[in-house]
Antibody
Framework: QVQLKESGPGLVQPSQTLSLTCTVA????????VHWVRQPPGKGLEWMGV???????RYNSALKSRLSISKDTSKSQVFLKMNSLQTEDTATYYC??????????WGQGVMVTVSS | DIQMTQSPASLSASLEEIVTITCQAS??????LSWYQQKLGKSPQLLIH???SLADGVPSRFSGSRSGTQYSLKINRLQVEDTGIYYC?????????FGGGTKLELK
């Protein structure tokens, strides 16, 4: 059964670094790409970046200077790190599997609030 | 960046009605277009991939079509469980971009 689950702190202080983990099951990270997508409260979806099955990455240029995506294939985990957080980074963060035909399975999301 | 202009932003329709939502791409994206449904507090669910292919387990009343750079999601015979917000996504080139969303409610 394909599953993705995001985990991380619910609250981050401004200017600090966000670290999220996406733990997957039911498929291998060597065969599928994984994307990160975020959604501010009451707003639409924003693509953040992808880690390809080969390990390469691609980021949204608007976030590129602050964002890093990596993975540990043996642990079936994908990691997101984003620094210099501001209040506008408050959002639900999702990871999603990509076959690649566009993301098919999504995690439940993790809500991150940036506040002092 | 490729812009995806989705319309309408909101829509109120009756049970059993036919509903159409469209996304206009700012340039050619081929068939690299997916449609998602999102219910309140839940993650997006894939409905259509490759512009016209129904995802596994999705009711056949949902269908996707393409005309040039305009993409459409059609819901035949709207059901109660079809309410929610619908998004298109282009994954032709990075950065991938979503449409702004269509909020579908029952009249």
């Amino acid at each position: 059964q394909v599953q993705l689950k995001e985990s991380g702190p619910g609250l981050v202080q401004p200017s600090q670094t966000l670290s999220l983990t996406c733990t997957v099951a039911g498929f291998s990270l060597t065969s599928y790409n994984v994307h990160w997508v975020r959604q501010p409260p009451g707003k639409g979806l924003e693509w953040m970046g992808v880690i390809w099955n080969t390990g390469g990455t691609r980021y949204n240029s608007a976030l590129k200077s602050r964002l890093s995506i990596s993975k540990d294939t043996s642990k079936s985990q994908v990691f997101l790190k984003m620094n210099s957080l501001q209040t506008e980074d408050t959002a639900t963060y999702y990871c999603a599997r990509d076959p690649p035909l566009g993301p098919d399975y999504w995690g439940q999301g993790v809500m991150v609030t940036v506040s002092s | 960046d490729i812009q995806m202009t989705q319309s309408p932003a909101s829509l109120s329709a009756s049970l059993e009605e036919i509903v159409t939502i469209t996304c206009q791409a700012s340039q050619d994206i081929g068939n690299y277009l997916s449609w998602y449904q999102q219910k309140l507090g839940k993650s997006p669910q894939l409905l259509i991939h490759s512009a016209t292919s129904l995802a596994d387990g999705v009711p056949s009343r949902f269908s996707g079509s393409r005309s040039g750079t305009q993409y459409s999601l059609k819901i035949n015979r709207l059901q109660v469980e079809d309410t929610g917000i619908y998004y298109c996504l282009q994954h032709y080139s990075a950065p991938w971009t979503f449409g702004g969303g269509t909020k579908l409610e029952l009249k």
